[in-house]
């Protein structure tokens, strides 16, 4: 059986609550005597979906210096996650260039949407989705570092479709793939 689990970002914005929803996971893997497929599915961390909305003002005003103290902001919050959570230094290498990749990424569409002063509902989306992308890979690898397989995916990754309300966007479950 598939047991879908969420968990917020207040649950996950250290490394003792971490260590809890692993242990909360694993306490469902079995259940009467059936091994389970535990699918967790994280937030961003606690706050960083209102940072990113209060990035999204500072944009449209066109204020690229607000861009490089923002990322930095989210690359210490972060990387100090990763330092605390993962003890295993193969594993904190890993996700570390992963969590840069995804900033350098993420930076590179902020420099875009400030030289055009301009946020849409879809480039908003877009842009918050990047709270989730930063948590998911952290969480991943602290499974790992507790010896437990583990994956992490974008819904985009796993085929989820949505329609194109952006901002108030709707699964369509009958385009979106089976997990």
Do not use: W
């Not at 609550?17 to 994280?42: A, G, T, W």
């Not at 569409?109 to 890979?137: K, Q």
């Amino acid at each position: 059986m598939k047991i879908i689990m969420k968990f917020g970002g207040s649950v996950i914005d250290n490394s003792s609550k971490i260590n809890n929803v692993i242990e909360i996971s694993k306490s469902f893997k079995n259940i009467n005597d059936k091994k389970n497929d535990i699918i967790c599915v994280v937030s961003a961390l606690s706050g960083v979906t209102d940072k990113i909305l209060s990035l999204a003002g500072l944009i449209m005003k066109g204020n690229r210096d607000a861009i490089k103290i923002f990322v930095d902001e989210m690359k210490l919050i972060h990387m100090n996650l990763i330092k605390s959570a993962i003890t295993n230094e193969v594993l904190q290498l890993e996700v570390e260039n992963i969590v840069s990749d995804i900033l350098t990424e993420f930076q590179d569409i902020l420099n875009g949407l400030v030289l055009i002063s301009e946020i849409t509902p879809r480039s908003l989306d877009h842009i918050l989705s990047f709270g989730e992308r930063l948590s998911a890979p952290i969480i991943c690898y602290s499974f790992r570092n507790s010896n437990l397989k583990s994956e992490y995916f974008t819904g985009k990754d796993i085929g989820i479709v949505s329609d194109s309300n952006f901002g108030e966007a709707r699964p369509l479950m009958n385009t979106t793939k089976l997990i």
